[in-house]
């Protein structure tokens, strides 16, 4: 299953690759900061065509195919059982820009449970993998977090909210973490987020509306990479949580502090 979830990533991201720079202009979704580009309809079509010729009999939730769904009054597929969470191209608003920095996140989930994950980033031709139990590697080799445990010399990540009163609430999260930690970086792709906190660049990242194909993949990497990844709150992350902390597990409970102040 990591194979082929490996597979699509790279199909996907290959041809996000070839069309970045090209692909002329962009369409609205929700509202004028929602974007979305010809390739993003593209690179899914690649994955969900792959993992449906594989596995014939689980379910995907991708995000070009949802909004489409929900466009028609559908119902989205539950959590129950076996499905993909597929994010053919994290981080478009990055990528209509021109600026590089964008990945493709798949994960496999059973129940809810991530068990497999995929984040590629093509440019870099960084390949982020993990399995439930198997540890998480960059380009095959094993990964862990970073072994920060001050806050001082933590770098973080965000993302912004793009509505209210979500959007205010991080920029007080902000404003509370950025006289306290190293600094704070909002890169644009969350799926890269995770993976970064990953491979230790990040200590930590969090965001208020993540759905489950921004962050499936990156929840199974942090863990398995040695850390810990909950809800704002602290609580267990869902598969219909949106507000989630991953970090390198050292900074956790003082994160969780911050955000509860
Ligand atoms: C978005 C990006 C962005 C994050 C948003 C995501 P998209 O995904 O990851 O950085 O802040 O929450 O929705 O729309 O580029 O796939
Ligand atoms: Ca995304
Ligand atoms: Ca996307």
Known sequence: MLQEAVEAAREAG?????????????ELKTGHQDLVTSADAEAEAVIVQRLKRAFPEHAILSEEMAFAARQRGEPLPPPEGFRWAVDP????????HGVPFFA????????????????????????????RGGGAALNGRPLRVSGVAELRRALLGTGFPTRSPLRERNLEYMARFLPKAQSLRRFGAAALGFAYVA??????????????????AGVLLVEEAGGRVSRLDGGPVGPDDHEIVASNGHLHDALLDVFAK
Do not use: K, M, Q
Not at 89 to 96: K, P
């Open 14 to 26: 290959a041809l996000l690759r070839e069309r970045f720079g090209r692909v002329a202009g962009y």
């Open 89 to 96: 191209l994290d981080g478009t608003t990055n990528f209509a």
């Open 104 to 131: 493709v996140s798949i994960a496999l989930e059973r129940d809810g449970e991530p068990l497999v994950a995929a984040i590629y980033e093509p440019l870099r031709d960084e390949l982020f993998t993990a399995v």
């Open 199 to 216: 491979c230790g660049r990040l200590e930590a990242y969090w965001e208020l509306t993540l759905n489950r194909w921004d962050c499936a």
